[in-house]
Structure formats: C-alpha cells, structure tokens
C-alpha cells in the first residue's frame, strides 16, 4: 500500500502506462465517491493533453458536508478545466478510460466516458439500439420479447467489448462490485475470453475517506494481486452514520488499519499542542511487510500556505515543489507583510522568490464577531430555528433526509462577500478558481442564495467535507462559530483544519471569531501562527 500528506496537493497523482499488448489487464481505479472518481480521470486527461499518455488505439471513442454536507453527485470541474478538455470531446484520448456507474452521476466532463456512452457507439451497441427500436414498434408478443432479447445480448456483447479494450476502468468503490457492468453474462460464449475476469492490479484514490468494506470491493470481487492505496490520514476520515457500525470499528478506513499495522508510520493521537508524531518513525508491528510511503512533495500551495499544515500535521516533512513565483498572491486582497522573511528569520527565500521585493504572506485573518444562529437542517427555510431531530453542531450526517440543526453567521457571510467582491473587481482571478468553504451547510446555503444563480454558477460554494480532495487559487472560508461559551463543535477536529487549510493554491482568507475559536487547541496554535508571520493583532 502507500499513502502520503494531505498538504500534498498534486504530488501524489500520475499516469497510467498504456499497454502496447491487447493481452494485458487494464488497470481498475477507485474512490469511495464519484467526484474523487471523476477527479481522477480529469487527472490522466490532464496528462494525455501534457503529453503523457499512451498510445491511441482503433477502439477509442467515436463519435457533511461534514456530514452536515453535500452530495458528491453534484460537483463539477472548473470553467478552466472544460475549458482545457473541450478539445478531447472531439478526438479520441490515447488512454483507453472506461467509467463505470449511473452517467447521471458522472460530471459532465467525463461523462462520455462512461461504460453506456462507449458502448453505445460500438456496432454491437448500435445494433442494441436498433433491436430495442424495432421491440418498440411490435405489438405484445413473441416477436417483441425475441427483440428485447437480442438487444440485451447486444448491450451485454458491446459492453465488454469496451471493458475488453480499456487501459483504464474508473469506479466508486461499490460501482467496481457490480457484475452486470464487469459482462453479467460472463461464460456464455466466445466472446467471454475477451472480458477481463480480473484486475492484477486495483488503485483506491482518497483511500482514508473509504470505509473499509467498500475498499474490499475491488480488491476481492476483482481478485487483486496488488493494491495501491493513495490517501491521507489526517484528513478527514469515511463517513459512517450508524453509531454500531462506529463501535464495531468501522469509522476506521482499510488504509489506516494497514498504516497501523505497518512499519514507517505513527498515526497516534497526541494532545491539543503537541506537534503530529512523526510519519517515519517505527511501529509496535516491526514484522509486517507494509510499510507506508509518504508523498512528501506538495505542488498545490503557496509555500507559506503549506508552512502551518506541514508543521502541525505532517512533522515538518512536507517539501514545496512551486516557489512564490508561482503562485504569486492576488490582486484585490490587502495581504500582510511576511515579518518572518522581513526580519531574517524565514530562512532562504523558495527557488523563484524575489529578494528585492518585499514578501506577502497569502493568508489573511478576518475577526468578526457576529454571532452564530442556528438553522434547521432539512428545512428550506435556512433562518428557521426549527428542525427535525436533535442533531446539533456535532449530529454530522449526511443523510438524504438532512435533518437536525446546522448553523449559519450572517456577519462573516457579508465579510466573505465583502472580499469576494474586492477579488472580482480585481480580475486577477477568474471566479471559477474562487471557493467558498464552511463547515456547515446553513451557511454554505445561505452563501449560495447571496451569490445568486450567475455567480452560483461559476463560484463554488461547498461545506469543508464536500471539498476534500479538491483546490481552487482562492480560498475564502467561514468558521461560523461564534459564542461567548467557546463552543467550536465540529470545527474541533483538527482534520477538518487541515482540509480548509490545504485547499488554496495563492491565497487564503479566513473570516471568524478569534475568541470561540482559541477554544480548540489546533486553531489556537493556528492563530498565534498568523499572528506571529503577520503581526495581526486580530488573531
């Protein structure tokens, strides 16, 4: 297995070789939600359009919330990212990706990737279409039901025709356990040696968010013979809403059963102020053969956006892979001076930073000490106290149901629309590459419906839970939280920090109430942090 620091960013993410031999296995990926699924096949398209493919062949296509939170169903990439695959619609990638699920769950964006769309288009899938049309037009009977038949078996031949041919099959967790979509009819014929019975080899992206059934999914069902688990201990963990599945020890991922058991890695618990144990050092299983591997280099952030999360979470040995000159902060934002670099004490400025200019910190605290309102979960009413359930700021589920409280802070909304609208006037950051980020979903909505639908549409607005995984140039992110009784909820996971943290590539603005929130340790080490870099006296 191997695993590696949030704060990572783009280090841990790389091609898949294409195959010159029609014999060898593709190579099946995962994640536990289709957005990490998704993310993962903009990723090798990416490559392709960088130049890392693989070959192109004759078969390619033709034609919380914190659980106070979202859906994953709903994300899609950026304008820039549509904007760089535009052209790949109308020619055929090199790497043969197949992506399995319900389409309506893909994005947009690699939704004619899909399994249906890529079979459809074969002339096995063709001819389907053509039999179901003719059914259609039968009148009840024999010759109809001999019809739908046939197409069944059409659908049934194309489908793994397409799995037959790919270099890559891209699934949820739980998608990669369905036969059907893998040649339900598997056996029956000739055509069955041409379906890939097995992977070798099984990939899990986000692999600390799955729980550990679903991460059994593809390395049983799919008979692997070897794993790679890519994902991040301090982050966020899976999601798992029955509290006898939690005490049963299922709130743990396969991931961090096998980093525990291992060699190399130390995931303990450690005290409000105490520095993250090293990820190096020994366990108390010398004998086992796995042996987690750190992506230490991250290629996302900002090196002084990386400086705090690679400190507190990471034992200092995250690297920067981008200096300053790339990811310069940007207009429209009064960033504070570095006083660290001013007074010498930053050490050497990154590969890339100018020494005759003075240094930006791009992290921006914003106190506001307006105060929190709670808001039913499940109501539209987002103003509305009332809700169903007894829930609170700790009831984190993501039930389709949503009910309980949540929380929203009308004061930090207008701060981070204050700033937002200083960005904007700026132009120095087209707004697809803004996020708005929130632990709770009252005032994830609440922001939407300020936002409006145009710039809804552009800007993303998710809680911190349904960003996982994800970056944006900008981050703006409200705490919410604010009470004369210090009470932070579920911002008192340090793990939810780090994601909010990670997230932005040149600029962070946080917006909240520095008295609730030096209630928790982490944040309390994180404000001395801004206040000590920056010499702001609001943190």
Known sequence: GGGGGGGGGGGGRGGAEASSSSSARPVLVCAASNVAVDNVILALLELQERGGGGERGAGDRDGGDDVDGDGDGDASPSFESRRRLHHLRRQPPPL????????????????????????????????????RAAAASQPPGALGRASRERAAQLEE?????????????????????DEEAFGGGRGRGADAETTPPFFPFVAVDEATQATEPSSLIPLILRRATSALLVGDPRQLPPTVISREAAAAGLGASLFERLSRGGEGADFGER????????????????????RPFLLDTQYRMHPALAEFPSGRWYASLLRDGVGEAQRRPPRGVEWPLDLRRRRGRGGPPPPGSSSSSPALLPVLFVPCDSPEQRCGFGSGNIGSGSGSGSGGDDAASSSPLRTGTTFRNDGEAAAVLSALSSLLAAGDVPPSEIGIITPYAGQARALRAALGDAAGDAIEVRTVDGFQGREKSVILFSAVRSNSRGSVGFLADGRRLNVALTRAKRGLIVVGNPETLRADGDWREWLKWWREASGGGGG
């Open 271 to 290: 005290g409000d102020d105490e520095p993250a144990a090293s990820l190096s050092s020994p366990s108390s299983s010398p004998s086992s053969s796995i």
């Open 157 to 177: 031949e194309a489908r793994r025709q397409v799995l037959a041919r790919a270099h890559v099959v891209a699934a949820t967790t739980v998608a990669a356990g």
């Open 96 to 131: 043969r990706i197949v992506r399995l699920g319900p389409p309506a769950k893909a994005s947009p964006a690699v939704r004619h990737l899909s399994l249906a769309a890529l079979a459809a288009a074969t002339p096995a899938g063709k001819a389907a279409a053509a039999a």
